[in-house]
């Protein structure tokens, strides 16, 4: 989704500089003050994070063939199954295992990676949104027309589409996104892109500040404090009836404790050098991860349809995103 070769925002133990999108390793000869200007270095690209991209995005591939060619699963399975369940015949669980052990840290680090992506990017927010906006409504418009050539019946999975019902379809005599209601088989996996541009409104002021502080200049901090009172007030409203207060306060107060370690974080690499990297710098990201981490187990509650607690479910991979930001 977004560009890792272009580092605007370096790793502190980085040695490359900011460069061009231009793949050349040359730039144009030009006359600077009566000289010709050196040519640029040529850009870095960051494998590691191609690479852990790629994998991770095979797992969601894998998880969401699985969902369709071996529907219905069970209606709840918990993240646990994949070590405590008791599993009769090897071909029949070995699917929902590996979907139960992928999940859980799959999709945190899929927002992760976005956010370092989006740090070494540009920063422009209209480019962002137009393209993520882009892919979001073509890729919905191709699965509005699989769902179109289909049953349109939630309840024709792949192991059901000999059934008469489901052979009204135009082409297909089964749904990619079965048992899930009309509306989200349009949606399906585009959900992770519309994740993406809601969490970027929530966070493009902190993303601002952090890196004016990597550039060692003077915060804003009526931004900062902007941005703290939108998201808590987004949090109290969203979990109005379905948190108590405590747990809104504890909410609130780990949000407040990830942006502190984000922006001291940021404060400390602005000194950094190759030579001397920033340990201080790390440790608030790695204390901020923490927090994420505890705010996720902190409230007492399920999820049990689209409500305020999925919403603060999703908040944890927002932060995620905040923290690959300032890595």
Known sequence: LCQTKTPKMPLMTSTSKSSSDDESST????????????????TLRLHHLDWLRSIMVGFAV??????TLE???????????????????????????????????CIPLLFYISGASFALGKGFLGPFFLKLGAITLIGMALNW??????PQDPDCDFNSREQPKCQKGIVLDFLLAPHAGTIFPVVYQFWFTIALMFFMVEDFMLYAQLRIAYAGHRLQVHYLVLRFVLVSGIYVAMTFEALQWPQKL?????????????????????NATPEVPSIEGRV?????????????????????????????YGQFFRQFMAVGFAT
């Open 284 to 312: 608030w990201q790695h204390l901020a991860m923490g927090i994420c981490v505890v705010q996720f187990a902190l409230p007492d509650f399920s999820i049990s349809g689209f409500n305020g607690n999925l919403f603060v």
């Open 145 to 150: 027309g699989l769902f179109s050539l289909g």
């Open 27 to 42: 730039s144009d000869e030009s006359l600077v003050h009566g000289s010709k200007t050196s040519p640029t270095e040529p």
């Open 71 to 105: 529907a219905p699963l069970e209606p709840k399975v918990a993240d646990t199954q994949f070590w405590t369940a008791e599993a009769g015949h090897f071909e029949e669980f070995w699917h929902l295992r590996i979907i139960t052990f992928g999940r859980q840290f």
């Open 62 to 67: 894998f998880c969401h063939v699985t969902q």
């Open 250 to 270: 504890e909410l609130v107060v780990c949000e407040a404790l990830v942006m502190v370690c984000l922006v001291l974080s940021m404060k400390a690499a602005s």
